[in-house]
């Protein structure tokens, strides 16, 4: 049984940072690329970042490029999101996710197989 589980999230002032964790178990984690998205109300989810499973590749979404780092531990079997100047619109539940898409460049959820249940991040201004 595949389990993904996010922690890290919080109440956070804007310009605070906050790291996401993503410890996922029933899979051989090294084969997948790992991404992460977010929700906020009333709003579909969106693509945030995405890892290759070699750690070479990343890419991010526009708003969060200089701000959010994207990571990986295989040994751990571990994805991270380091958010730095955080800002109210980055507010959401933010989920881990798995492919097997051999691109980082795919950002339709529907890419993505394998999904935690969320975290929340609340940003005050």
């Known amino acids: 049984q595949v389990q993904l589980l996010e922690s890290g999230g919080g109440l956070v002032q804007a310009g605070d940072s906050l790291r996401l964790s993503c410890v996922a178990s029933?899979?051989?984690?090294?084969?997948?690329?790992m991404g992460w998205f977010r929700q906020a109300p009333g709003k579909e989810r969106e693509f945030v970042a995405a890892i290759s499973w070699s750690r070479n590749s990343t890419y991010y979404t526009d708003s969060v490029k200089g701000r959010f780092t994207i990571s990986r531990d295989n040994a751990k079997n571990t994805v991270y999101l380091q958010m730095n100047s955080l800002k109210p619109e980055d507010t959401a539940i933010y989920y881990c996710a798995s492919t097997r898409a051999n691109s980082v460049y795919y950002t339709a959820p529907t890419m993505y197989n394998y999904w935690g249940q969320g975290t929340q991040v609340t940003v005050s201004s």
């Open positions: 029933g899979l051989t984690f090294s084969m997948y690329n």
